[in-house]
């Protein structure tokens, strides 16, 4: 197994809100494409794995998982975290033969607060795979930004110290999630750096 690519890349515009944190991940696993494409699209195996997270978090509120036309899944979850309420969707955007596309929104509110603005942010997920002969290539992009009244009050300056730092983190920890989870299956050790927020 070989992390060939490990970064963080800011997007960096004139306005602070319009700045869109990614993390690039690469990896080269032993097995063909279709097989590859084939664990990372199976909805049995993703749904399984993302109810057993789901199950070992006390902090999850509610939960739910549906099946879309396109083949792929929706993951609904309700977070409390001591005041804030987080409420998060993953949504299969497009499966194609070597491409996924993923969209992770989240909503948080601060249940016992009249003066903190709920926030609310999108992480845009690709995941790519390239036939190498025996091997594969998988690709992770990970990339956020906030949205709604969140990005124009981040466009102001607000909070934009912490929405930075909490995207590029997330950013990161999603697209190692990602790339650690297929060479964990295909070439070692289970990923053991699993969460609800992150599977899916």
Not at 27 to 32: E, L, N, S, W
Not at 65 to 76: A, E, K, T
Request: hydrophobic share 40%; proline share 3%.
């Amino acid at each position: 197994m070989c992390i060939a690519v490990s970064g963080i890349l800011a997007r960096v515009t004139l306005f602070a809100g319009l700045r869109q944190y990614a993390a690039l991940r690469q990896v080269r696993v032993p097995a063909d494409s279709r097989r590859v494409m084939g664990w990372l699209t199976d909805p049995d195996r993703r749904e399984r794995e993302w109810r057993r997270l789901v199950e070992a978090e006390d902090s999850v509120q509610q939960s739910s998982v549906g099946r879309l036309p396109n083949g792929g899944l929706r993951f609904d979850q309700v977070v409390l975290q001591g005041n804030r309420l987080l409420r998060h969707t993953t949504e299969d955007v497009a499966i194609l033969e070597d491409r996924i596309d993923r969209a992770h929104r989240a909503h948080v509110e601060f249940a016992r607060s009249r003066t903190l603005i709920p926030l609310r942010w999108v992480m845009q997920e690709r995941v790519t795979v390239e036939s190498l002969g025996d091997e594969t290539s998988v690709t992770v992009r990970v990339r956020g930004r906030p949205v709604g009244l969140s990005r124009v009050l981040h466009l102001l300056g607000y909070r934009d110290t912490m929405m930075a730092r909490h995207l590029k983190g997330a950013a990161a920890r999603r697209a190692d999630f990602r790339a650690r989870g297929v060479a964990a299956h295909f070439t070692g050790p289970r990923n053991t750096d699993a969460s609800a927020g992150n599977a899916g």
